[in-house]
């Protein structure tokens, strides 16, 4: 079985690794099935523990709910551009808040960052949650610090005044200085039509000397508590030549420093991902994952000289958001690029676009998977076609390769020469079985992969009772939670199980006995393992079930050739 997912066209071993197995066969059958049922529900049994092991406990999910923090206030008015705080001690630490009709969010008057940052407007479906992106109470700071290096300032910690909090211009400033050294003065501008703001620091040196100034700006990406955050945690460093990425799990070992000119950094989770890019490239970036396997990133600038009272403004644009395809790439900085890296990247972006287009001509999602899905099917049914056909002279040849085997048990070599010619005569290619096989798995791979990753699935319904496409097909809630299903009975993946087995039973059957009451097990351990996947997915699978059914019985219909007796 192979070790990664993609449409199982056939349940029945091929041929060539058959008659191999059965000539080496040291073990006795029976033995072997206990094994193979004894592993099987071994793995029914451990799975969900597996997931729940995968599964962060932390409340930084997308429905988590933050805890009150100090000494908060609440902006609902806009203010006075020249509007200031009261006086307040050095130490205390203000929040204030900011909301459009895409964030919620707090900034601190410590380090003049953000503490939290709520994405509120996303999908097709509300459900009175938010998907919390940036908190403070999970990481050492706030997101967008600030630093002058070398200088001995810890503006990271250092009080800020309120400049400005206006809502309705969608601006909040910060202002904080070093006497006779540094003014720092940042800036947020909040786009009201799209969840992205730019970030303007504003840096002017103080003292009567010229100076010399390192900006480095950090920020950090909260993971989720879907289980695609393992395999969907990213961080992409954008050069003038390539995009580079890797993976969070990488990160974890060692800390990623990229040198060079950096044109923009991304860090993605699951459906999201946040993206600064600054007007002038970085030349250093450093990648690091905290407790709860948070991302966190720094970007460093080169060293720019400042003449006495000298002031000069950076920006940052930042997209704080779903990977939605069109929106990213609407930016013209290449960020839909996010969506097409991995070992089967040009396969993901051919199979988003197919989707995309498809979707604008059917308008629905659910129809478009299937769509998709035939058309893929439709594209490879030349070489499915051919394995079944070598699968089924196979099943044929099986009374002769049989006595062959019985005939010349005791001698290998006879055997396997007697074989081939057999094979030959009757124009029959063991490897014909798997070999079409081969071309097709990057692509279902790449599907697999697209559907598991696409953000524009959340909240579109199909039909009947598959109201989110991104979400398990949850036709009835339970009041309490069953072994392995859980609390919500799924009506696809018992769909998917049962186009399985009549699979199994379309499919010539040419392995061992161990093998075939082995094969039976599958569809179980791939209902189990679906079972709670976005039901995108199970609908994936499960149309391409369907359509192999339909291929399978076509070529039942037809006669046999004629083989040599």
């Not at 707090?106 to 097709?124: P, Q, V």
């Not at 009201?192 to 010229?210: A, C, M």
């Not at 060293?303 to 403004?313: G, M």
Request: hydrophobic share 40%.
């Amino acid at each position: 079985m192979w070790n990664f997912p993609f449409p199982h066209e056939t349940s029945a071993v091929p041929s060539f690794f058959t008659w191999r197995l059965r000539s080496s066969k040291t073990m006795n059958e029976n033995k072997k099935f206990v094994l193979a049922v004894g592993f099987s529900f071994l793995i029914l049994l451990l799975y969900p523990v597996y997931l729940k092991w995968i599964t962060p406990k932390s409340v930084s999910g997308e429905n988590a709910i933050l805890p009150t923090t100090q000494n908060q206030i609440t902006n609902n008015q806009s203010q006075s551009p020249t509007a200031v705080p009261q006086t307040k001690p050095e130490t205390t630490e203000n929040i204030y808040h900011f909301s459009n009709q895409h964030f919620n969010v707090e900034f601190s008057d410590r380090g003049a960052t953000i503490t939290k940052l709520a994405l509120t407007r996303w999908g097709k479906t509300t459900k009175g949650s938010e998907a919390i992106l940036i908190n403070k109470e999970l990481v050492h700071s706030g997101a967008f610090v600030a630093a002058i290096s070398g200088q001995g300032i810890d503006f990271e910690d250092k009080i800020f005044t309120l400049e400005n909090l206006d809502t309705v211009n969608g601006e909040v400033q910060f202002v904080a200085q070093e006497a006779g050294k540094w003014l720092l003065r940042k800036k947020f501008r909040f786009d009201p039509n799209q969840p992205v703001f730019w970030l303007d620091i504003e840096t002017q040196n103080l003292s009567s000397n010229p100076q010399s100034r390192t900006l480095e700006l950090s920020s950090h990406l909260i993971s989720g508590r879907d289980i695609y955050n393992a395999r969907e945690t990213f961080s992409f460093v954008s050069l003038q030549d390539k995009l580079i990425s890797t993976g969070i799990r990488k990160i974890q070992k060692k800390p990623l420093l990229t040198e060079g000119k950096i044109l923009w950094q991304a860090l993605t989770r699951h459906f999201f991902t946040l993206i600064i890019c600054p007007d002038t490239p970085a030349t250093l970036v450093n990648t690091s994952v905290s407790q709860g396997d948070i991302l966190i990133t720094k970007l460093q600038f080169e060293p720019q000289a400042f003449e006495p009272n000298q002031s000069i403004k950076q920006s940052f644009f930042v997209y704080v958001g779903p990977k939605y395809y069109r929106q990213l790439k609407s930016f013209g900085h290449g960020f839909e690029q996010i969506l097409s890296q991995g070992f089967f990247g040009i396969f993901k972006l051919w199979l988003l676009l197919a989707l995309q287009w498809t979707h604008k001509v059917v308008g629905n999602y659910g129809w478009t998977i299937v769509l998709v899905t035939v058309a893929i099917k439709l594209l490879f049914t030349p070489l499915t076609h051919m394995s079944f056909e070598s699968m089924k002279k196979m099943q044929a040849l099986q009374p002769k390769i049989k006595a062959l085997q019985e005939h010349h048990k005791n001698d290998q070599a006879k055997l396997s020469k007697e074989m081939m010619e057999l094979y030959k005569r009757n124009k029959v290619n063991p490897m014909s079985g798997c070999l079409p096989m081969i071309f097709q798995i990057p692509v279902f791979i790449a599907f697999y992969q697209v559907l598991a990753q696409t953000a524009e699935l959340q909240g579109e319904p199909f039909i009947f009772w598959i109201r989110d496409l991104s979400e398990p097909d949850h036709a009835w809630m339970l009041p309490f939670a069953l072994p392995i299903l859980g609390d919500a009975i799924n009506i696809l993946p018992f769909l998917m199980i049962g186009s399985m087995i009549w699979q199994q039973r379309l499919t010539p059957q040419s392995g061992a006995p161990e093998q075939q009451k082995m094969m039976m097990f599958m569809p179980i351990v791939f209902g189990v393992m679906f079972y709670k996947l976005p039901s995108g997915l199970v609908l994936y699978w499960f149309v391409n079930n369907l359509l192999s059914i339909f291929h399978q019985l076509f070529i039942k219909g037809k006669a046999l050739p004629h083989h040599e007796e």
